[in-house]
């Protein structure tokens, strides 16, 4: 079955800086591929997601990037800001099948 | 309602007891979803309804864990005799259907979730 890797588990960055998550799947079958941001104590809001006709997708300071050959895909957030921080989580998922497989997510701070 | 919800928000039993959470989806959604997620880990997926049926139940983690879905809409996830390893948040999600064309996935909506605790 799919199996994804996220990394690094904990990152911290100064405000206004870049912020990049990076996550690998096992199963070539995938095409779906969301990003959800998980707030202290709150529930899991997806934020952006790409699907594998598309290489690169941008939505004001997030992007997100896939590499359908090497497997990988990338979540990149610019000029961080405190809101920011929270927990992030990619995850993979088939058109044709029925579960999305996440990763274990990515704590991200951002120092003032 | 306006989101999804889950009942109750909170849940402290004596290890070897039976619970039952509840998940309201989205009134319309048609796929509905059972996470599970550990202090500090990662979302596990449990099991997956399509309308009332259930055709990926591979996440549950043993024969203790069951769950059913009735009328295409609220969801109960059933844990017997339950083991301190079980304690953890339990979150459902809804959406619209799973997926809309050949690429196309819908968005899950998540509930608040329900925090278990097994002692």
């Known amino acids: 079955g799919e199996n994804v890797e996220q990394h690094p588990s904990t990152l911290s960055v100064q405000e206004g800086d870049s912020a990049v998550i990076k996550c690998t799947y096992s199963?070539?079958?995938?095409?779906?591929f969301p990003w959800y941001k998980q707030e202290l104590g709150k529930r899991p809001q997806l934020i952006i997601d790409?699907?594998?006709?598309?290489g690169e997708k941008k939505d004001q300071r997030i992007a997100v990037t896939l590499n359908k050959t090497a497997k990988h895909f990338s979540l990149h957030i610019t000029e961080t800001q405190p809101e920011d921080s929270a927990v992030y989580f990619c995850?993979?998922?088939?058109?044709?099948?029925?579960?999305?497989?996440f990763g274990s997510g990515t704590r991200l701070s951002i120092r003032p | 309602g306006a989101g999804v919800s889950q009942s109750p928000s909170n849940k402290v039993t004596e290890k070897g007891k039976d619970v039952e959470l509840r998940c309201d989806p989205i009134?319309?959604?048609?796929?509905l979803y059972w996470y599970r997620q550990s202090l500090g880990q990662g979302l596990e997926f449990l099991i997956y309804?399509?309308?009332?049926?259930?055709?990926?139940k591979s996440g549950l983690p043993s024969d203790r864990f069951s769950a059913e879905r009735t009328g295409g809409s609220v969801s109960t996830l059933t844990i017997q005799r339950t083991q301190q390893e079980d304690s953890a948040v339990y979150l459902c999600?809804?959406?619209?259907?799973?997926?809309?064309?050949?690429?196309?996935?819908?968005?899950?909506?998540f509930g608040p979730g329900t925090r278990l605790t097994v002692l």
């Open positions: 009134s319309g959604h048609t796929a």
């Open positions: 999600a809804s959406s619209l259907s799973p997926f809309t064309g050949q690429l196309g996935w819908n968005e899950q909506f």
């Open positions: 199963d070539s079958a995938s095409n779906y």
């Open positions: 995850a993979a998922s088939k058109g044709s099948a029925s579960k999305i497989i």
């Open positions: 309804f399509q309308g009332n049926s259930a055709p990926d």
């Open positions: 790409i699907r594998s006709n598309v």
